[in-house]
Each structure stands twice: as C-alpha cells, then as structure tokens.
C-alpha cells in the first residue's frame, strides 16, 4: 500500500506531532511504500527525502524535523484521487492513503480533512464534521449533554462577551456563583492542555481567562473535580458499522488511568517530565465500572458520528464517584507509550497491527462514501 505520513503543522502541538509520527515511522510494517510529508509553523508542505525514514528506522535516537526545502515544496491537487494526490517538482505522488499524524489546530480541527475529501484520497481518522466539532469543547458537551451522557458543569465565555465589558463581568461573577471555586478555564479548541489552567480564586481566575484566550476566542470554565482521570481508545465507524468489514466495528480498548504527580495532567507532566504521570492500565476499577466506561466512551464517540479512531477522557470524582466525559480527541497522541496504542495494545492489539487496522479503516469509510450519490446524471 502507498502510505503517506504527514507531520507538523500549524498548530502548538507541532512538536507532539513529531514525536507522534516518528513512532509510527519506526512501527509501520515493512511492506507499506512511505512518503513523507512535512508541514511547517507557516504552513508549507515539504516532501521529506527517504533518507529521512531510513535514518529514523535504524537510529532509535533520530528525530524528525522540518526540512524548509524550497525544491521540495508539496502541492496537493483536488480531484486527483489516489493516483495522483499531490505534486512535488512537478511530478505527481500516488497516496492510497493518508494518515496525518498531526495534532490540534489546522489538522485535528476538520481543516486538513475537508481538504483531502476534495482531493478524493483516503484518510486515518473521522471525517470533517466530527473532526470539527470535536474541536470545540463546548460543541461537543452540548451534543453529549442531548445524547443523555453525563458532563462536567460548565460556562462558555466568548471574544465577543469581552468586548462588552458589563456583561462579560456579570458572566464571571456567575461563573464563580454557580460552579464555585476551584475552576479550570481551558480554550475551547486547542489541545494538550495549552492555556488551560486552574483558579482557586478571582484574581487567579482572571489570569487564567487572559491566558486562555490568548488561545482561542471562545473558552470554557468548568467545574474542578476532585478527580482520577481516566481514558479509553475507541475504533471502528459509528456511520457505517458493517460486520463484514471488522475494522469499521466499534470497539473500546481499555480504560487506562492516568495519575499525575503534578497538579493536574499538564503539558509538563504528559511530555516534558517523564516521571510526570503514571499510567495504569487498566485503570483501577472493579468490572462493572471499566464496561461502563467502555460503553459510555462508545456512546459518546456514535454521538459525535466519530470514525477511525478517537481517545476518550473520563473523570471520576474521588468525593462521589461520579463518572463524567471529559473530552474526546480524535488525533490522539500516537508515541510508544500514548495512551491510545497502550490501550489498545493492553487488548491484544500490537502497536503495528493497530496502524494497519487504521489504514483498512479509512480505506473501508472512502468505499463506503464513494458508493453514495453525488449527482442526479
């Protein structure tokens, strides 16, 4: 199969996403033809010479970086399908599919995912409107919420809410009455804790709102709950579930508890520290609660009509034991020792046969949608 790796981007996880796509590098099987996409900070595709794969695959300690050849620069052509997905120095490059490892803005967000509906190409992962939706946190807790899934209690504050100085106040002194302190403000569409911070108090919660919203113009205050955090991988097509075709199946894999020895799962502790979090898996739940939150994460992946692959984030509050979603990513981190392929592998499912059965996936979701109508002639 032609596979065509991308990484990078546009996007404050562009250095997650080098990590991320380095270990798929390193774990696809052998008999995939690679190639490899870079993106930068600003934008620019480049395609990375095989040298780049060779070199990753016999040193564990090589990297992958940005190569900012002007030569190299990639374009992608609409209605080229699998033949003829892109160009590079004027020739064209074959992609039977396409697997983004690219996380967060301008890659998890719909954006990259419209694109390659366009241009008629396979690709890991859900498709533009769950992608988009998923995005938004806030978006994605109303459809939960009308899916009858349980949520943390929160408030959305908006760009335009700050610019009308009177009511934005009011909406703050309402968010402290209802949800009470400790809060955590996050931006509504950025990823692996950027902005997000906690407040035990106004002062505290009014630099937590300036930081998220140098993020994102819309950010969510919720409720802190004194909480385990817990996650499961989900797999399959919640649209298209066939028995026939295994792989669009939906299955959960997991659940798998995090316990951070910061504060709270932030940045630091998911990629700087390694001693930052320690992962158990599965989390420690008796039977009934880990095939709750098997269910639940199923329900609330088909709630957002989700597709490919998707982590789902529980918290469980220490005081009550109530379970709530938290979030749900859909470009999960993909390093050897995520989350996601941890789960998955916990399940029998190794980490090369995972990527596989992600590439059936996709190529499974486009034969799907290319039997549909697009036209009356």
């Avoid at 967000?109 to 890991?124: I, N, R």
């Avoid at 809060?183 to 407040?199: E, H, I, T, Y």
Wanted: charged share 25%.
């Amino acid at each position: 199969m032609k596979v065509t790796l991308m990484y990078g981007g546009r996007s404050g996880e562009h250095e997650i996403s080098l990590l991320s796509c380095a270990s798929v590098l390193r774990n696809i099987s052998d008999n995939h033809e690679i190639t490899l996409i870079s993106v930068s900070k600003d934008g620019k595709w480049y395609l990375e010479d095989t040298s780049v794969i060779a070199e990753l695959k016999a040193n564990p300690e090589a990297k992958l970086s940005v190569h900012a050849d002007e030569s190299k620069r990639v374009n992608v052509i609409p209605g080229g399908g699998t033949a003829a997905a892109f160009t590079c120095g004027g020739k064209t490059i074959a992609a039977d599919v396409v697997f983004f490892v690219m996380h967060g803005t301008y890659s998890e967000d719909g954006t990259l995912q419209g694109l390659f509906e366009m241009v008629g190409v396979p690709y890991v992962g859900c498709g533009v409107m769950s992608s988009a939706v998923t995005m938004d946190k806030v978006t994605t807790k109303i459809i939960w919420e009308k899916a009858g899934l349980p949520v943390v209690p929160y408030m959305c504050l908006t760009k335009a809410d700050i610019n009308n100085s009177a009511e934005y106040d009011k909406l703050v002194a309402k968010a402290i009455d209802t949800l009470k302190f400790p809060l955590f403000v996050k931006p509504c569409s950025a990823g692996s804790s950027d902005g997000a911070s906690k407040a035990s108090n106004p002062k505290e919660l009014s630099f937590a709102l300036m930081e998220a919203f140098s993020w994102d113009n819309k950010v969510l205050i919720e409720k802190a709950i004194n909480a385990r955090e817990v996650e499961c991988s989900v797999t399959g097509n919640s649209i298209t579930a066939d028995a026939n075709v295994p792989c669009s199946i939906l299955k959960a894999y997991g659940p798998g508890e995090i316990i951070p020895k910061h504060e709270f799962y932030d940045y630091d502790a998911k990629y700087n520290d390694p001693d930052g979090a320690e992962l158990k898996i599965p989390a420690l739940l008796d039977n009934d609660k880990l095939e709750y939150i098997r269910e639940t994460a199923k329900k609330a992946y088909a709630a957002v009509s989700a597709s490919g692959l998707s982590r789902v984030d529980f918290f469980i509050d220490r005081d009550d034991g109530s379970i709530y979603l938290n979030e749900i990513n859909t470009i999960p981190g993909f390093t050897s020792i995520s989350m996601f392929p941890k789960m998955c592998e916990s399940a029998g499912l190794k980490y090369s046969d995972l990527i596989d059965y992600l590439f059936d996936e996709a190529v499974a979701e486009y034969n799907a949608k290319n039997q549909l109508c697009t036209t009356r002639v």
